[in-house]
C-alpha cells in the first residue's frame, strides 16, 4: 500500500458535537484546558490572602481585659472644674451725656430788635451782669430822653404850683385871697405833682425796656453756645441766642434699668468714662429719679462731675458705680447655661451622672459670670459642651484637670 496522508485536525472543520471530541483528541497530554488554567489561578490568589490576613491577625496584640465592655459603653468625656470663690466688686453700669447742672437759655426779652454787637464767645467764662449782645437803640433811646425831658418839665410845673399854695396859704389869715383860690392852687399843686409822678413812671418804663437792649448775663458761668450774630433780628420766644452753665457746674445724665436703681444710694462714689478718653473722671451720685419710664423701663441717675475742660455738654459718658463687694462664685460663661426655668450649671455628682443645680447670677466680670446662690465650692462643674448632656446621663471625666476656672 502507498503512504497514507499525515493526518492534521487543523485541516478540518468539526461541526456539531463531534467538535469536543475532536479537540480532545487533538490537545497534546499534559496541557490544561483554558478553564482549568485560570481556576488555578484564581485559587492561588485567594489562599495568598488568606496567608497575608492571617499574618496580620497574628501580629496584632490582644486586647486588654475589659476593653470590649468600656468600648460598648461609649460615655461622653466631659471637662469639669471646681467653683473658684474671690472678692467680686459688684457694679452699676449705664450710659448718658455730659451736661452742664443748670443750663440756663438766654435769648431776647420785650420787643426785640436786631443784634448791632456781639461781645462773647462760646467757651467764655462771664460775670452775672455782663453784657453779652447789644440790640438797635434807634428808637428807644430818643424815645428815653423825650421822657426824662418831659419828667423835669413836669417837676418845673410842680415846683411852681407848689410855690403858688405856700403864698396863698400865708396870706389866709388877712383874708387877702378868697378860700376858692387858696383851694384852686392848692388842687393845682396836687395835679403837677402827680403828673410828675407819671413822668417818672413813663421813664422808668422807657428806660427799663431800652436796658433789655443790652442782652446780659443773669448769672455767673460759662457760656456753652453761641447763636448770636451781627444784623440777625433777636425775637422774643426764639432760639435762644446763648446757653450758660451757671456756676461752671458739670454733671453727667444718665439712664438706668429699673432693678439697678434700687442698689444706688446718693453720695456713692462714680466713675466716669468719656468716648476716645482713657483716663477716667471721678465724680458722686447726685440725684437719683423717682420715675420710671413705663416704655423703656429705665429710671434716671445724675452724676456730679469736678469742672474740666474735658467735659464738654453733650458728650457720650458710661458710668460705673461699686455697691457691694463680697465673696462669690466666678464661672466662665460656657459653664452657665439657662433655659425657661432659669439659670443652671451641670454637675457630675458621686456616681459619675450628670446633676442639674439651679443658680442665680449675680454679675459679669472679666473673668466670667459671678454666681450669687446655688453653689458651695465643692461640686465638680462641667465647664464647656454642656448643652449637649442632659440630666441624669453618665459620663467620663477627663483625668489631670485643675480644680479652679
Known sequence: MGAQPEFDPHDFEPVGRDRGRLEAVARPRGVLAPWKKWGAIALAIVLALLAV???????????????????????????????????????????????????????????????????????DKVQRGQVLAQLDQ???????????????????????????????????AAGALPVEEIERRRAAAVTDEARVNVAAAQLAEAQAHLK????RAPAEGLILTRNAEVGQNAIPGGEP???LASGGEIE????????????????QPATVYLTGIAEPYHGRVRLLGVVIDP????????????????????????????VSEAQR?????????????????LIVNAE????????????????????????QGDERVISTAGGFLRAGEKVAVAAGQSAQP
Request: aromatic share 4%.
Open 241 to 243: 441766642l446763648f446757653r
Open 138 to 172: 434807634s428808637v428807644l433811646a430818643p424815645q428815653v430822653n423825650r421822657l426824662a425831658a418831659s419828667l423835669e418839665e413836669a417837676r418845673a410845673q410842680a415846683a411852681l404850683s407848689e410855690a403858688e399854695y405856700r403864698r396863698a396859704k400865708g396870706v389866709e
Open 295 to 322: 416704655a423703656t423701663r429705665l429710671g434716671e441717675v445724675r452724676i456730679e462731675l469736678e469742672p474740666d475742660p474735658s467735659l464738654r455738654p453733650g458728650a457720650f459718658a458710661r458710668g460705673q458705680v461699686s
Open 329 to 345: 462664685a466666678v464661672l466662665p460663661q460656657s459653664a452657665v447655661m439657662a433655659d425657661e426655668q432659669g439659670n443652671y450649671v
Open 53 to 123: 490576613i492571617w499574618a496580620m491577625n497574628a501580629s496584632t496584640p490582644a486586647p486588654p481585659p475589659g476593653a470590649a465592655a468600656a468600648g460598648d459603653e461609649s460615655l461622653p468625656l466631659v471637662t469639669v472644674m471646681q467653683p473658684s470663690f474671690r472678692s467680686v466688686t459688684a457694679t452699676v453700669s449705664f450710659t448718658g451725656t455730659i451736661s452742664a447742672r443748670h443750663d440756663m437759655p438766654i435769648g431776647a426779652e420785650g420787643e426785640g430788635g436786631r443784634i448791632t454787637a456781639v461781645y462773647v464767645e462760646a467757651g
Open 352 to 375: 459619675q451622672m450628670t446633676e442639674r443645680r439651679a443658680v442665680s447670677v449675680a454679675d459679669t466680670v472679666a473673668a466670667g459670670i459671678v454666681i450669687g446662690e446655688g453653689l
Open 252 to 267: 453727667m445724665r444718665g439712664r438706668i434699668a429699673e432693678q439697678d436703681l434700687a442698689r444706688l444710694q446718693i453720695g
Open 212 to 215: 433789655r437792649m443790652e442782652i
